[in-house]
């Protein structure tokens, strides 16, 4: 992380929205700047308090290309989408938003919430982190709303300037959310095996799964991968002793706890026609050395052997793997079996048979 | 030393080499420091910083990486020099 000292010398702070994007209703803008300026008092003393005129600390305002008498223009649409300024009178502490850009409530556009809560980290005090998990790095990436945005590294820079709040156990950045490992409405983003272990990915978290004395254990991806992005999509284990993570159209080859020199590379660079942007979920057939990519609802075969994607692909899921009707959410092998995810199911599929076994609880894994 | 104009494959990506590095990468001296030096950093040095900060490659050049990250979405606010 970065700091521009010496901080806001108060800890009660106002803002204003100065005036509105009609991309959004006004009640959705209220809403996600009031839950982007939560974001930062969760984890320090400060105080936002909303005032509807005059001068407040923190302006918020929408604007396109030179507006108003700010130093900084914008540039139409996409380029740069928000500016903020460090703590201080004047221009201290505003954060603008470019009203070329499309602003949302969701994942479509720019999500209005995760910007502000970026830019508000500026308007604190905060400069850029090269640390690509973090809130406070310069490129936009959309994480879904219901994660807590800011990682350790966002936390250990703002508690530097401000502390932690006051009635925090202790003074280390507080780890905001851990998912509940029981939750029973808890979805994955990807799963793979890892030698005997079973690793569940969900967001900023994974699960180590031992099945065979089921035990179970919630880490950061980033303890072991410090590399790897948040919120993977899809991940499995080769016939070579590694791990593949994909996200987005690239992917990650990991041998232990190395990525290997040169990743991430594009998922073209595996065969897949330009036209496919992201990976749903993946699994290699132990017994055959050939490995499942799932996308929508089809799929492509890849040899890893000759290290190539077969002809014929992709073909429909339900025709070769009948009973999986759905996108594929994570899939992976155990005891020969693939054990498919979708939603709040989960499916024990027979490869050999092109049988589904049965239909289990998603968290079944967990000993719940 | 400037980077050579081979480097680009089109005037387009040039102007975005140049607009990038000049709105987040150009340290903004302080006039307040009397006699200070015009100390610019060439452009292939604040390539390099560039490519260091984002954990690509450091080159000085705008290979293709560099490049497909320039074209991200992001904040305003200068990566250096605040």
């Known amino acids: 992380y970065g700091v521009t000292l010496p901080g806001w010398k108060k800890t009660k702070l106002t803002y204003r929205i100065v005036n509105y994007t009609p991309d959004m209703s006004k009640e959705d803008v209220d809403n996600a700047i ?23 600390d923190i302006m918020i305002a929408f604007g396109t290309k030179a507006h108003g008498h700010c130093p900084r223009y914008f540039d139409g649409p996409l380029g740069v989408l928000a500016h903020a300024f460090p703590p201080g009178n004047g221009f201290g502490g505003d954060a603008h938003f470019d009203e070329d850009e499309d602003w949302t409530t969701g994942s479509a556009g720019f999500n209005l919430f995760l910007v502000a809560a970026h830019e508000f980290g500026h308007a604190l005090g905060l400069s850029h982190s090269n640390d690509q998990r973090a809130l406070m790095f310069p490129n936009y990436a959309y994480v879904s709303p219901s994660e807590f945005p800011l990682s350790p590294d966002d936390i250990s820079g703002v508690q530097s300037i401000y502390g932690s709040q006051p009635n925090a156990p202790d003074k280390r ?27 569940f990915l969900k967001g900023r978290h994974l699960w180590r799964v031992y099945p065979d004395n089921s035990q179970v254990e919630l ?43 040169g990743y991430p590379k594009n998922i073209s660079t595996l065969g897949f026609p330009k036209g496919v942007k992201k990976i749903d979920a993946a699994v290699c057939n132990k017994n055959t050395g050939k490995t499942d990519f799932f996308v929508g609802d089809k799929y492509w075969r890849y040899d890893e052997n000759s290290q190539s994607m077969e002809t014929g692909y992709p073909r429909r899921t339900v025709d070769d793997f009948p009973g999986i009707r759905q996108k594929v959410d994570a899939v992976f092998q155990q005891k020969g079996f693939f054990y498919f ?28 | 030393l400037p980077v050579h104009p081979e480097n680009y494959n089109n005037e387009e990506d040039e102007k975005l080499v140049e607009d990038y590095l000049n709105k987040f990468y150009a340290v903004e001296p302080d006039p307040n420091q009397l006699g200070w030096k015009i100390n610019a950093e060439s452009t292939a040095e604040k390539l390099q910083k560039m490519q260091k900060f984002f954990g690509l490659k450091v080159t000085g050049k705008p290979d293709s990486e560099t490049l497909e990250m320039m074209k991200k979405p992001r904040c305003g606010v200068p990566d250096v020099g605040l």
């Open chain 1, 341 to 368: 995810f979708h939603g709040s199911k989960q499916w024990e599929f027979d490869p050999t048979t092109k049988k589904v076994i049965r239909e289990i609880k998603r968290n079944s894994w967990f000993n719940c």
């Open chain 1, 173 to 199: 950045p507080a780890t905001p959310t851990s998912p509940k490992t029981c939750d029973s409405q808890m979805s994955f983003d990807a799963i793979t095996t890892l030698r005997r272990e079973v690793i």
């Open chain 1, 34 to 56: 009031q839950k982007a300026l939560k974001v930062w008092s969760t984890v320090t003393p400060l105080i936002f308090t909303r005032i509807h005129e005059g001068i407040a």
């Open chain 1, 219 to 261: 880490e950061l991806i980033s303890t072991f991968w410090p590399n790897l992005p948040s919120s993977i999509q899809a991940a499995y284990e080769n016939t070579k002793d590694q791990i593949l993570f994909f996200k987005g159209n690239k992917f990650w080859v990991i041998s232990g706890y190395q990525v290997l020199p």
